[in-house]
């Protein structure tokens, strides 16, 4: 059974860091990855989704990678802001099976201090 | 951009109430997902629906029902609310084929008391 990880659970910085966050999983056998956002009370707001086949995508001060092989995923930052203060997820969706239904790391609680 | 939206943002409602959640996206998405989240356990899977009719049971479908009578629209229902129940529901919507990046909704606290 895929198992999605996250680690930390929180981090604090100092704005204008650069900073990176980790998502680990346990089944290889991946369609894609996505990286999400959620501020407190919210809904998710896709952020990146990186396809097997695809090694990294970027968007802006955010770049995320994936390493199949060894099972994780990076989410990195550049620049950090107060505004990038938020909870970030991450979630992979298998191969096979149900259509597309995605499993869920508990998340990186992200503060960004001015 | 995709809009997926939900009925309410905050529900409270009596246990032993039958509870209607409902979720519509604009995109003309296939696949539609109803997920709660809850601290400490993350975001689980209740139902989906890869078409109108059509649905499949996620982790925990216990105590819930799903109907999709349109494409646009998949509906949550609690046939008889209990308080562990309370938590946040979330929709979300995908394409059928690629990517099938998943859209979510702003998310609807349901308190049942």
């Known amino acids: 059974k895929q198992e999605v990880t996250q680690i930390p659970a929180a981090l604090s910085v100092p704005e204008g860091e650069n900073l990176v966050l980790n998502c680990s999983f346990t089944?290889?056998?991946?369609?894609?990855l996505q990286w999400f956002r959620q501020d407190p009370g919210k809904g998710l707001t896709s952020l990146l989704l990186?396809?097997?086949?695809?090694r990294e995508q970027t968007s802006g001060r955010l770049n995320a990678s994936l390493d199949k092989s060894s099972g994780r995923s990076t989410l990195y930052i550049a620049a950090s802001q107060p505004g990038d203060s938020a909870t970030y997820l991450c979630?992979?969706?298998?191969?096979?099976?149900?259509?597309?239904?995605?499993?869920f790391g508990k998340g990186t609680k992200l503060s960004v201090k001015p | 951009d995709v809009k997926v939206t939900q009925s309410s943002r905050y529900l409270v409602k009596r246990t032993g109430e039958k509870v209607f959640l409902e979720c519509v996206q604009d995109?003309?998405?296939?696949?539609m997902f109803w997920y709660r989240q809850d601290p400490g356990l993350g975001l689980r899977l209740i139902y989906f629906?890869?078409?109108?009719?059509?649905?499949e049971k996620g982790d925990i479908p216990e105590g819930y029902s799903v109907s999709r009578e349109k494409k646009e629209r998949f509906s949550l229902i609690l046939e008889s609310a209990s308080t562990n129940q309370t938590s946040m529901y979330l929709c979300?919507?995908?394409?059928?084929?690629?990517?099938?990046?998943?859209?979510f909704g702003p998310g609807t606290r349901l308190t049942v008391t």
């Open positions: 979300a919507s995908s394409s059928g084929g690629e990517p099938r990046e998943q859209y």
């Open positions: 089944d290889s056998a991946i369609y894609n």
């Open positions: 990186i396809q097997s086949s695809q």
């Open positions: 979630a992979v969706m298998n191969y096979g099976g149900s259509q597309g239904n995605l499993i």
């Open positions: 995109m003309d998405h296939e696949n």
């Open positions: 629906s890869y078409d109108v009719k059509m649905k």
